[in-house]
């Protein structure tokens, strides 16, 4: 079964707009990363927090950890076009396993 | 310092031939995963290399798939023989610290069986 989930699976603002996207998963974690993904492109990594950790900031990303609600959110302020992408969280598990990845949100920022 | 390279970015072929995809990981890094992506679904892990040594191949779909990492450098996948739902995208990643630190990841292959 997935772990993590985004949602929404899809988010259109505008410029200047804010953006939050979650990610839910279900069961222990080591660490959670959120990674960016552009039309034909790679991933690019964006931030990771750890279990221990319940915030985090990365210029205008600020990402929050609830371990007891095994959830996470990334937020986007002052959005811009350049943003548009899609989004994935993934989580390190304890046990040693690789990344495993949500469906992503896609989000779409409009001029 | 180079990221990590996938080869081809797309192929097309059609049901029944072999494809094999490469990629270059980032040099020192001993971790190299392979992912694929199918429309509108989520990230799927494949396998997990530590330098030539296959650490999980739990997400292997099945046998018509062969990962290799001779030498624990670079690393190539091969599908034979491809069917349809093969097709997506097949992501490569390295990483130094397996599961403490970030991935980076290749602009992956688009795979197409036709």
């Known amino acids: 079964s997935q772990q993590g989930e985004e949602d929404p699976q899809a988010l259109s603002i505008q410029e200047g707009e804010n953006a939050t996207m979650n990610c839910s998963y279900k069961t222990s974690i080591n660490n959670l990363q959120w990674y960016r993904q552009n039309s034909g492109r790679g991933l690019v990594h964006l931030i990771l927090?750890?279990?221990?950790?319940r915030e985090k900031h990365s210029g205008r990303l600020r990402v929050t950890l609830d371990t007891s609600k095994k959830s996470s959110s990334l937020l986007i302020t002052a959005s811009r076009a350049a943003d548009t992408a899609s989004y994935f969280c993934a989580t390190a598990l304890p046990a040693g396993t690789a990344l495993i990845f949500g469906k992503g949100t896609t989000l779409s920022v409009s001029s | 310092e180079a990221g990590v390279t996938q080869f081809p970015s797309h192929s097309v072929i059609e049901k029944g031939q072999t494809v094999t995809l490469r990629c270059d990981p980032i040099s020192g890094h001993d971790n190299l995963y392979w992912y694929r992506r199918v429309m509108g679904k989520e990230i799927k892990f494949l396998l997990h290399f530590v330098k030539e040594s296959k650490q999980d191949e739990s997400g292997m779909p099945n046998n018509r798939f062969l990962a290799e990492r001779t030498g624990g450098t670079y690393s190539t996948l091969k599908v034979q023989p491809a069917e349809l739902e093969d097709s997506g995208v097949y992501f490569c990643?390295?990483?130094?610290?397996?599961?403490?630190?970030?991935?980076?990841f290749g602009q992956g292959t688009r795979l197409t069986v036709v």
């Open positions: 990643a390295s990483s130094q610290v397996f599961g403490q630190t970030e991935a980076f």
């Open positions: 927090i750890r279990s221990n950790e």
